[in-house]
């Protein structure tokens, strides 16, 4: 195991912390007998001491291959690892300490709790099984048990058995258990995905909270956006082995770079761009949509072009039934097609020249099917990104289920 060179590869300063990860150029294939396949593509990102640094993708985009190969339980065939000014993984060099060396704590949708061990066995079997590279004492042990099960709120379980937790106790077991050694990283790959949604929302919270009293770097896989924006400081978004944008989680919402990204990460209005722009004024320029021009900010080093797309989220979509006053910009007639009462909110799906938008407003608002109204679209909300999605209309539904309106013709 080196040390990191003391000066980046373009010979700018290297400032090392304890639990900065740095992983540069990262490349993993799979291949089988018909093909290979480059699962992670040329990857690169690092993560700050102390911060809960999230990887979130949909399945097969190689966010679960990136931690394996972090954790040294892949071998990636090009990039560089490194945690704390320790290399850890480089292919120039040929660099590479097995996972069993690197000192990481490791939870994973399968928590591998052992059912024959109690809470307290179970915290202290890692450091029974370090004993090559340190022997620690009946005291040691007892003590460092006691100090982990407080964080994890377990301290009063240590003798019962593991298989008498619930689910939420055994990821909290999963999680102390990971932290007992003290690892200058905690990786994470979906520890709640086994869990049933009510308790999954509530161990978002606890988890964030152990991070926090820890301070442990940590790195954290899921394709749940929830999980992603509730708990993280940073949100590193893949598809298809690319990392193809990174941020903090109100950046990634509110301003998306691809069609993909503002699609995943929620629900939202994308509207293709079919004719070049043009300028208006500084720092806005008016595109031609399906729904005739719209106004949009862009930064000045954007260039707008046929086959980007103006995404626009619902709750930003504002609804009246009288005209705004003149010199609104973006502001289109429509007809309310579909009202659907969600409780809180009411979403409609509203016409405009064919095309539908998705508008989310606060449930004392009514509309009912066929209600004309006045569409607009914020010019400082409309965000140009790249590409469009493929193989659906001008707006995108998320993941999240809809429930079911008594009756959709309803005034709601």
Not at 94 to 111: I, T
Not at 267 to 293: D, F, H
Request: charged content about 20%.
């Amino acid at each position: 195991m080196s040390v990191l060179p003391r000066k980046n590869p373009d010979g700018s300063v290297l400032s090392i912390r304890p639990g900065q990860l740095t992983v540069r150029n990262l490349v993993k294939s799979f291949a089988s007998s018909q093909e290979v396949v480059q699962v992670i593509k040329d990857v690169s990102f690092a993560i700050e001491p102390g911060q809960f640094f999230t990887l979130l993708g949909p399945s097969g985009c190689g966010k679960s291959t990136t931690l394996r190969c972090i954790a040294g339980l892949e071998r990636h065939e090009r990039g560089y690892i490194a945690v704390s000014g320790r290399v850890l993984a480089d292919s120039e060099t040929r660099e590479f300490v097995p996972a069993s060396e690197r000192g990481f704590g490791m939870v994973f949708q399968s928590y591998a709790i052992w059912p024959h061990m109690t809470v307290f066995q179970n915290v202290a079997f890692p450091l029974h099984a370090n004993r090559r590279n340190h022997r620690f004492s009946r005291k040691e042990i007892a003590n460092r048990v006691e100090e982990v099960l407080n964080v994890v709120r377990l301290d009063q379980l240590g003798d019962r058995m593991a298989t008498k937790l619930s689910g939420g106790q055994q990821q909290r077991l999963a999680v102390a258990r990971a932290l007992i050694t003290r690892p200058e990283l905690l990786l994470l790959d979906e520890p709640l995905s086994n869990l049933d949604a009510g308790l999954r929302d509530h161990m978002r919270g606890e988890l964030r909270a152990m991070q926090l009293r820890t301070g442990v770097t940590t790195l954290y896989v899921t394709h749940d956006q929830a999980e992603a924006f509730s708990m993280s400081d940073v949100i590193a978004i893949m598809d298809s082995g690319n990392l193809v944008q990174q941020g903090a989680p109100r950046e990634i919402y509110s301003r998306p770079s691809t069609a993909f990204v503002a699609t995943f990460v929620g629900r939202t209005n994308l509207l293709s761009i079919v004719r070049p722009p043009a300028p208006v004024r500084a720092g806005t320029v008016s595109v031609e949509t399906g729904i005739g021009p719209v106004l949009v900010n862009v930064d000045n080093n954007r260039q707008v072009g046929q086959g980007d797309s103006v995404v626009i989220r619902p709750e930003d979509v504002q609804i009246s039934t009288q005209a705004p006053a003149s010199g609104s910009g973006n502001v289109y007639p429509g007809r309310v097609s579909q009202p659907t009462f969600l409780g809180e909110n009411v979403e409609l799906e509203i016409e405009v020249r064919g095309e539908i938008l998705v508008s989310r407003q606060h449930s004392r608002f009514k509309f009912a099917q066929g209600d004309e109204v006045y569409v607009e679209l914020p010019v400082d909300r409309c965000i140009v990104v790249s590409g469009a999605a493929a193989g659906v209309g001008s707006h995108i539904r998320g993941a999240a289920a809809e429930p079911a309106s008594p009756d959709r013709n309803a005034a709601v």
